[in-house]
């Protein structure tokens, strides 16, 4: 299949953080890398190929170097499984006028909030169900893949005003309708526990009181597509930031048979959108610490970890912004990059990137190696822009690396629009840094 073709497909089915991580997993699997888990005893070889999930929403795949770890260091590719969604309250539903069922949500992240509205939405998620015991909850990933749910906007004739600037509550203007239901089917689901449980209870086939939480979010039920003259663009949901986590993960198979002294990540963490501050966060320990663990292994001692941090490298992979055609003045005069210019360096004077002229340097260098043309964005210098995993990354190990992403249209929209050869470049940029 056709890289771009499999990445569209690959953004279908990664409706969710969770769903994301069961994609990488899925495709991990059918390439030979098998599952490490936290709590077991590792044994590590040169050439291994694995993985680890953490809290089922972050993933971390590796191989091993050929040669010793405090030598070879650590090449790795980061980016992250989030994306700006609602999420489902606890005990959503609220019920109005004819039956109407609406729901309460919470908004996870900065998503343009009016993009919402008027789309089919579907549910996905983690439900978690009664275990063997109170710490042994049983985990089912559920991804509904059907039009269930749609936020309606407030008719114009209720706000004349509405296309001169429309403040939205998240609590008031965003709750998502289910449809209408009668009393007696009203009472139905209240007795198990609600509709969305209900639901719930009828997709995975368990009784509503075995449910004992879930962590659900909405995502817009519309497939990934080729758009533009020439077919040069695509358009989906959740581009920033699955689109960098798959280039990375196609470069790791592509490359997986090709011996490489320095041992390759592939890490893809969780709750980038919301500051990274979680276990499985970039702000977190648990890249560092799979690290560590990894020199432990391999009968490395205390000090290698250095050495080998040293010698690593990161390219934090999170898109970046595209010059717009109908904004020129909040660009910066001189770097603006373009889709369909190549991957994107990301610089910022105050360092809220990680990019310094030396990775810089490396990255061009990677790029130039691969044939493939590189980019810069740097703010318009009265913008403040936003950050990313690069930097928090480096506050939890001491890594030279770059903040790089491809240049997007409407980053956090629900449907934000990316370039095809801007995508096939970074596979090809990504192969080269993972190439040895
Ligand atoms: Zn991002």
Known sequence: MKQIEKLLEWLDRSTCNFMAVATIRRELEEAGFRELKQEDKWELNPGDKYFMVKNDSAIFAFIVGESDLSEGGFRIVSAHSDSPCFKLKPNPEIIGDGGVVSLNVEKYGGGILYTWFDRPLSI????????SDPFSPV??????????????????????????????????????????????????????????????AEELGVRGADILDYELNLYPFERADLVGVSEEYFQSARIDDLSMAFAGLEALLCEADTPCDATRILAVFDNEETGSGTKQGAASPVLRDMMERMIAVMGGESEDIYRALARSFMISADDAHAWHPNYNEKYDPTNHPVIGGGPVVKINANCKYMTDGLSAAVFRSLCEQAGVECQYFVNHADVAGGSTLGNISSSQFDIKGVDMGNAIWAMHSARETAGVTDHLDAIKVFRKFFEG
Do not use: C, W
């Open 139 to 200: 985990t089912k990933l559920i991804d509904l893949q059907r039009p269930i749910a749609t936020i309606p906007h407030l008719a114009i004739h209720f706000n004349r005003g509405v296309n001169e600037g429309n403040p939205l509550s998240v609590q008031k203007d965003m709750k998502p309708v289910i449809g209408y239901f009668s009393r007696e089917e009203i009472e139905e689901a209240l007795a198990e526990g609600g509709f969305i449980k209900k639901i719930l």
């Open 124 to 131: 996905s998620g983690r439900v978690l169900l009664r275990g």
